[in-house]
C-alpha cells in the first residue's frame, strides 16, 4: 500500500501545486500574526498606500494570478494535443510530470491564495487597517509570479519542440539509468589520456578555437576535434583526440571549451539553415501536405546559398599558434557536402513533382556556370542522380522532356513555356538603341 502511495505520489500533476497552496496559506497566517503582532505598524503606511488601494491591489493580484493559472493549464492542455498527435502518446506522462510546469502552476496558486487571506484582513473603516508586511510580501509574491511567467513562456516554447520533448524524455531516461544503474566508483579509471571524452550530452553549437590553440601549445600537444560542427555527442564519446604528449593537458578544462547544447544553432553552424530550408522543402512535398510551390521557394534559398559558395575558398580546419605549427585540428563541411545537403533528400522526394524537378534543374545549370572547374563534379553527379529519378518515375518520353527542363520558376519560365509571342526574331527599341533579339527556345 505505502509503495503505491509513494508511486502515485511522484507520477502526480497535482501534489506539488496542492504543497505550494498550502505553502501560501501558511505564509499568510505567518505574516498575518507577525502584523498584528506589531499592531500594523511594522510597515509604514508610505509604502503599503491606504486600506482602500491595498484592496483594489491584492484584488487585482489574485484575480491576475488566477488568470495566469488558467492560462497555464491551458497551454499544457494544447501541448498535451501536440505530443499526443505529432509524436506518441506515450511522451504525455514525461510532459505532465515535469516539475518546472508544476511550480508554476504552484506559484500561481499560492499567490491566489495568499492575496485572498491578506484581503480579509483589511478593514477600511475609520483609520483602517493595513497588514503592512503581509502586502510587501503579497508584492513579493506578485513580481515572482510575473518572473514565473517569463520563465515558463521560455521553457514551454523549448517544450513543444520536437527537441524538446525529445530531450525532456532522454534526460528522464537518463536519471532511470542512473538510479537502477549506478556508476562503479571503485572501478580504477583506466581511460585512455590520448582521449578528451564528452562531460554531458549535446550538439556541438561553439569551439572555442583560440582558447583551444593556446591549450595545446602549453601542452605541447595537438588536439583534433573528434565531432564535426552540429555533431551530437554522447556523454563520455570521444571529444578530442591527442596527438602527442598528454600529460601537461587538463582534459576537463578543455572539454569546456565546446559548447554542447541540446540542439543545433545558427552562431557558428553555418550548414544548419540549409538543413532546415531542406527539411521544409522534404516536408511540403510529402503527403498529405504536397505543396511542391512552397518546395521550389525553399530550393530559390538553397540555390542562392550555394551560388554564394561556388567560388570561395572553404577553411582548412587546422589552426595554428602563432609560430605556424598546428595545434587544433577541426572537421569542416566541403564543397560536396554543401551539394548533397542542398539536394540528395529533395531530389529522392520530389522526383513526381516537375515543379521542383524543374527548380532543380535551373539551379544546378546555373551553378554550373558559375563554379569553378574542380567543384563541378558534385554538380554534375547531381544532374545525372535527377535525371534518372524522373526517367524511373515517367514512362512517357514528352514528361520526362517536360520535368528535367530548367524552370527558374519551377513551372512559368522555362524556355518550353516563355519566349517571343512570335517565336522568331523581334525588332525593339531601348534607350534609343534599336535592336534584334531570338527567342530562348
Request: include cysteine; proline fraction near 5%; glycine fraction near 8%.
Amino acid at each position: 500500500m505505502k509503495f503505491r502511495l509513494a508511486r502515485s505520489v511522484r507520477s502526480s500533476l497535482w501534489l506539488v501545486p496542492l504543497l505550494c497552496v498550502l505553502g501560501g496559506v501558511a505564509l499568510a497566517i505567518s505574516t498575518l500574526a507577525i502584523d498584528r503582532r506589531y499592531d500594523h505598524d511594522l510597515v509604514p503606511r508610505s509604502l503599503t498606500g491606504g486600506p482602500s488601494s491595498v484592496q483594489t491591489m491584492l484584488s487585482t493580484i489574485a484575480m491576475s494570478t488566477l488568470t495566469l493559472a488558467t492560462l497555464v493549464l491551458t497551454v499544457l492542455t494544447v501541448a498535451v494535443q501536440l505530443a499526443m498527435g505529432q509524436f506518441s502518446p506515450r511522451i504525455v506522462a514525461a510532459l505532465l510530470n515535469d516539475r518546472r510546469n508544476q511550480l508554476v502552476i504552484g506559484l500561481f496558486g499560492a499567490t491566489f491564495v495568499y492575496a485572498l487571506l491578506v484581503l480579509r484582513e483589511v478593514d477600511d473603516q475609520g483609520d483602517g487597517v493595513v497588514p503592512g508586511l503581509s502586502v510587501i510580501v503579497a508584492v513579493a509574491l506578485m513580481l515572482t509570479s510575473l518572473a514565473g511567467l517569463f520563465l515558463f513562456v521560455q521553457h514551454s516554447g523549448r517544450l513543444l519542440r520536437a527537441s524538446g520533448l525529445i530531450d525532456l524524455v532522454g534526460e528522464n531516461t537518463r536519471k532511470q539509468f542512473d538510479r537502477l544503474y549506478p556508476v562503479d566508483r571503485k572501478t580504477p579509471d583506466d581511460r585512455d589520456r590520448r582521449v578528451v571524452v564528452a562531460p554531458e550530452p549535446g550538439a556541438v553549437v561553439e569551439i572555442a578555437k583560440e582558447r583551444l590553440v593556446s591549450a595545446a601549445r602549453d601542452a605541447g600537444c595537438v588536439l583534433e576535434l573528434v565531432p564535426a560542427m552540429g555533431d551530437f555527442v554522447p556523454a563520455g564519446a570521444p571529444l578530442f583526440r591527442v596527438h602527442g604528449d598528454p600529460v601537461g593537458l587538463d582534459a576537463v578544462s578543455v572539454a569546456k571549451l565546446v559548447v554542447l547544447r541540446s540542439e543545433r544553432t545558427h552562431a557558428d553552424d553555418a550548414a544548419y539553415g540549409f538543413r532546415k530550408l531542406v527539411d521544409v522543402a522534404v516536408r511540403s512535398v510529402a503527403e498529405p501536405f504536397e505543396d511542391p510551390t512552397t518546395c521550389v521557394q525553399a530550393v530559390d534559398r538553397l540555390h542562392d546559398g550555394l551560388r554564394q559558395l561556388a567560388a570561395r575558398r572553404f577553411p582548412s580546419g587546422r589552426h595554428c599558434d602563432e609560430h605556424g605549427r598546428v595545434r587544433l585540428v577541426v572537421r569542416t563541411i566541403t564543397w560536396d557536402g554543401y551539394v548533397r545537403l542542398a539536394f540528395d533528400e529533395i531530389r529522392l522526394a520530389s522526383a513526381g513533382s516537375p515543379q521542383v524537378t524543374r527548380r532543380m534543374m535551373a539551379a544546378l545549370e546555373d551553378l554550373k556556370a558559375v563554379a569553378p572547374p574542380d567543384r563541378q563534379p558534385p554538380l554534375d553527379r547531381q544532374l545525372r542522380l535527377l535525371t534518372a529519378a524522373v526517367e524511373r518515375h515517367y514512362e512517357d518520353e514528352e514528361d520526362v522532356r517536360a520535368a528535367l527542363m530548367a524552370d527558374a520558376q519551377g513551372i512559368g519560365s522555362g524556355q518550353d513555356l516563355a519566349g517571343l509571342e512570335d517565336g522568331g526574331w523581334q525588332e525593339y527599341e531601348a534607350g534609343g538603341v534599336r535592336s534584334r533579339r531570338a527567342p530562348l527556345a
